[in-house]
């Protein structure tokens, strides 16, 4: 008697709850994934080109509209970059006022994943709406937390999507204490909520899911890293930021409009797992406590750690804007004067989803010549891929189509991928026949 | 906090703005005034998401929000009314159904919630957009009177 072979063909034409658009093919035959392809369709959004020609002080306003998540960390990288080309060092104040603008993106966008987007997955939900009725206290804490980092990002943006309030060389203006002192109560009051938070993530029932995989993170001697001028990795690397290039490469597949990314060739991962896993002993000791407390351990190789990861940096974000809030830092003129020349600086913060790398040359006038932008999720389209071949192996493939579709996009929701932000290139390689 | 918020969900582009533009034509045809200070407010809202937060507090709320269809001048919609999707694309992909569903589902939002819908074309240019709104200020005022009216009855019955 024989036996036929299984074959097996998932497709997901579109994922759901990722931002942006793009599609999941996997072939299995006798038990062998043969074909895997991410598929990231969404057009490409060529905003490096756009850049080109257009005055500095221009810049901020222009990358926010990369993403409507994470806007903050487009325009603090480009800052940094330029800053850098102009020799600009902008002073220690302003950088809290920056970091806490930052606070407020962290939690908003870290607030939203974890409840709207990934915890339906493990509570077995199809939405956060249907969780809502089991789960109302969890999602009015996360909705509640996401409003607390909208309105920091209010508060130095003038508005929490697209902000208009940062420039090269430090903010248009800074709020009165008038403004910011409801802030700070807020604040004080969801440090409770916040550590709720990361016993509650550490509590669900995640995929234990242990895989190797090279985690990248900023090193930030201050602190916990949302900010760094060298970039780490849990394989030796440490290097300026500048020297990036040197040692990450991106690739184009033809499925894909976003790029992907390679350290030496090989896929990593960027993001708050990453970040816990190189920088945890740099968290204050109270958030470390909380840490403890949940039973998670960080370095952890199981990538479903992802959403505690998340969790405390909801945790640290709160902490953090409150410590900044409470002092306050005094600054006279909110900005330091720009005197462009022509030059070229790189800029490297994390994005709540991992490190976002700008490159700006400059001419005399002060115009972009030039501009590369990096984002986090075309870093992590690699690792994703690796990560659904062995999280798929795990979970074994002789079981059912639904079955095998769901863990696949949980595996790609865990990422918190932003497809829109990704999708910025184009390469256009011509062959031309002999004339 | 004010009892009844009318809320203008959009952004500054094109058709999507019309919602802004109702908001900001109210404002200045003075529709607060004609109620006991305090009581109602007008806001602008990008993300739908933001609604839950938007709503919070209050016992009546209006949503003015482009509606998809030139032909179609001032529509009012219940929540339920809206089409939901349940498996939603993204954060972007959270439209007012979906967000006001979710509200309802947490037991959050006002006891009277409506939607008032502007139809526009959604290629209209962003001058075409602003004349229609004004075109339709005068329905859409009628409809906000209307249902502030009834949620004020129902208020006193209780």
């Given at each position: 008697m024989t036996e036929r072979k299984r074959e097996v063909r998932i497709q997901v034409p579109v994922l759901t709850r990722v931002e942006g658009e793009g599609a999941l093919d996997i072939a299995i035959h006798d038990q062998e994934i043969t074909e895997l392809r991410l598929r990231i369709f969404e057009p490409p959004r060529l905003f490096e080109k756009f850049l080109e020609g257009?005055?500095?002080?221009?810049?901020?306003?222009?990358?926010?509209?990369?993403?409507?998540?994470?806007?903050?960390?487009?325009?603090?990288?480009?800052?940094?970059?330029?800053?850098?080309?102009?020799?600009?060092?902008?002073?220690?104040?302003?950088?809290?006022?920056?970091?806490?603008?930052?606070?407020?993106?962290?939690?908003?966008?870290?607030?939203?994943?974890?409840?709207?987007?990934?915890?339906?997955?493990?509570?077995?939900?199809?939405?956060?709406?249907?969780?809502?009725?089991?789960?109302?206290?969890?999602?009015?804490?996360?909705?509640?937390?996401?409003?607390?980092?909208?309105?920091?990002?209010?508060?130095?943006?003038?508005?929490?999507?697209?902000?208009?309030?940062?420039?090269?060389?430090?903010?248009?203006?800074?709020?009165?204490?008038?403004?910011?002192?409801?802030?700070?109560?807020?604040?004080?009051?969801?440090?409770?909520?916040?550590?709720?938070?990361?016993?509650?993530?550490?509590?669900?029932?995640?995929?234990?899911?242990?895989?190797?995989?090279?985690?990248?993170?900023?090193?930030?001697?201050?602190?916990?890293?949302?900010?760094?001028?060298?970039?780490?990795?849990?394989?030796?690397?440490?290097?300026?930021?500048?020297?990036?290039?040197?040692?990450?490469?991106?690739?184009?597949?033809?499925?894909?409009?976003?790029?992907?990314?390679?350290?030496?060739?090989?896929?990593?991962?960027?993001?708050?797992?990453?970040?816990?896993?190189?920088?945890?002993?740099?968290?204050?000791?109270?958030?470390?406590?909380?840490?403890?407390?949940?039973?998670?351990?960080?370095?952890?190789?199981?990538?479903?750690?992802?959403?505690?990861?998340?969790?405390?940096?909801?945790?640290?974000?709160?902490?953090?804007?409150?410590?900044?809030?409470?002092?306050?830092?005094?600054?006279?003129?909110?900005?330091?004067?720009?005197?462009?020349?022509?030059?070229?600086?790189v800029g490297c913060t994390e994005a709540p989803r991992g490190i976002l790398w700008h490159r700006y040359e400059t001419g005399d006038d002060g115009r972009i010549r030039s501009a590369r932008i990096v984002p986090p999720t075309s870093q992590n389209q690699a690792r994703i891929e690796q990560d659904l071949r062995n999280a798929l192996q795990a979970f074994g493939l002789d079981r059912d189509e639904p079955a095998l579709r769901l863990h696949a996009e949980t595996v790609i929701r865990n990422y918190d991928p932003c497809i829109s932000c990704a999708t910025h290139f184009l390469r256009l390689n011509i062959k031309r026949s002999p004339t | 906090m004010t009892a009844v918020r009318i809320i203008g969900v959009g952004s500054p582009q094109a058709a999507d703005s019309a919602g802004w533009i109702a908001i900001e034509a109210l404002e200045r045809q003075g529709l607060a005034a004609q109620y006991p200070a305090g009581m109602l407010s007008l806001r602008q809202c990008r993300a739908p998401v933001h609604l839950y937060q938007a709503l919070a507090g209050s016992q009546c709320g209006i949503i003015v929000d482009a509606l998809a269809g030139a032909a179609t001048p001032v529509l009012r919609l219940t929540p339920e009314q809206l089409q939901t999707r349940s498996d939603l694309a993204s954060v972007h992909g959270i439209g007012v159904g979906e967000a006001l569903a979710l509200i309802q589902a947490l037991g959050s939002g006002p006891a009277a919630l409506t939607v008032l819908g502007i139809g526009i074309d959604v290629q209209a240019a962003p001058a075409l957009v602003e004349q229609r709104v004004v075109e339709l200020l005068p329905v859409l005022s009628q409809c906000i009177v209307r249902i502030i009216a009834e949620y004020v009855a129902a208020a006193e019955q209780t």
């Amino acid at each position: 008697m024989t036996e036929r072979k299984r074959e097996v063909r998932i497709q997901v034409p579109v994922l759901t709850r990722v931002e942006g658009e793009g599609a999941l093919d996997i072939a299995i035959h006798d038990q062998e994934i043969t074909e895997l392809r991410l598929r990231i369709f969404e057009p490409p959004r060529l905003f490096e080109k756009f850049l080109e020609g257009r005055d500095y002080q221009e810049v901020p306003d222009l990358v926010a509209r990369i993403c409507g998540i994470c806007p903050v960390a487009y325009q603090m990288s480009a800052a940094q970059a330029l800053e850098n080309a102009f020799a600009v060092k902008v002073p220690a104040a302003v950088h809290e006022w920056r970091r806490l603008f930052y606070c407020g993106e962290w939690l908003q966008s870290h607030a939203l994943h974890i409840h709207l987007l990934a915890a339906p997955d493990f509570l077995g939900f199809n939405s956060v709406t249907e969780m809502a009725g089991k789960y109302p206290d969890e999602v009015r804490r996360g909705l509640r937390l996401q409003t607390l980092g909208n309105d920091i990002m209010e508060l130095l943006g003038a508005r929490s999507v697209h902000p208009v309030g940062a420039r090269i060389g430090g903010f248009h203006s800074l709020p009165t204490a008038e403004k910011y002192a409801p802030l700070l109560q807020r604040l004080r009051d969801a440090h409770d909520e916040a550590r709720a938070l990361v016993l509650w993530t550490a509590g669900l029932p995640l995929p234990d899911d242990e895989q190797d995989f090279c985690s990248v993170a900023l090193h930030d001697r201050a602190g916990y890293g949302m900010y760094g001028d060298r970039l780490i990795s849990s394989e030796g690397l440490n290097i300026a930021i500048d020297e990036y290039p040197q040692h990450f490469s991106e690739f184009q597949v033809p499925y894909s409009t976003a790029l992907h990314g390679g350290l030496h060739g090989r896929p990593y991962l960027v993001g708050p797992l990453a970040r816990l896993n190189l920088n945890a002993a740099r968290l204050p000791r109270g958030v470390q406590e909380v840490i403890e407390a949940s039973g998670v351990c960080f370095p952890s190789r199981n990538m479903f750690h992802s959403i505690v990861a998340r969790a405390v940096e909801v945790l640290f974000a709160v902490q953090e804007a409150t410590r900044i809030l409470a002092a306050a830092p005094a600054v006279d003129v909110p900005y330091v004067e720009i005197r462009p020349r022509a030059g070229a600086g790189v800029g490297c913060t994390e994005a709540p989803r991992g490190i976002l790398w700008h490159r700006y040359e400059t001419g005399d006038d002060g115009r972009i010549r030039s501009a590369r932008i990096v984002p986090p999720t075309s870093q992590n389209q690699a690792r994703i891929e690796q990560d659904l071949r062995n999280a798929l192996q795990a979970f074994g493939l002789d079981r059912d189509e639904p079955a095998l579709r769901l863990h696949a996009e949980t595996v790609i929701r865990n990422y918190d991928p932003c497809i829109s932000c990704a999708t910025h290139f184009l390469r256009l390689n011509i062959k031309r026949s002999p004339t | 906090m004010t009892a009844v918020r009318i809320i203008g969900v959009g952004s500054p582009q094109a058709a999507d703005s019309a919602g802004w533009i109702a908001i900001e034509a109210l404002e200045r045809q003075g529709l607060a005034a004609q109620y006991p200070a305090g009581m109602l407010s007008l806001r602008q809202c990008r993300a739908p998401v933001h609604l839950y937060q938007a709503l919070a507090g209050s016992q009546c709320g209006i949503i003015v929000d482009a509606l998809a269809g030139a032909a179609t001048p001032v529509l009012r919609l219940t929540p339920e009314q809206l089409q939901t999707r349940s498996d939603l694309a993204s954060v972007h992909g959270i439209g007012v159904g979906e967000a006001l569903a979710l509200i309802q589902a947490l037991g959050s939002g006002p006891a009277a919630l409506t939607v008032l819908g502007i139809g526009i074309d959604v290629q209209a240019a962003p001058a075409l957009v602003e004349q229609r709104v004004v075109e339709l200020l005068p329905v859409l005022s009628q409809c906000i009177v209307r249902i502030i009216a009834e949620y004020v009855a129902a208020a006193e019955q209780t």
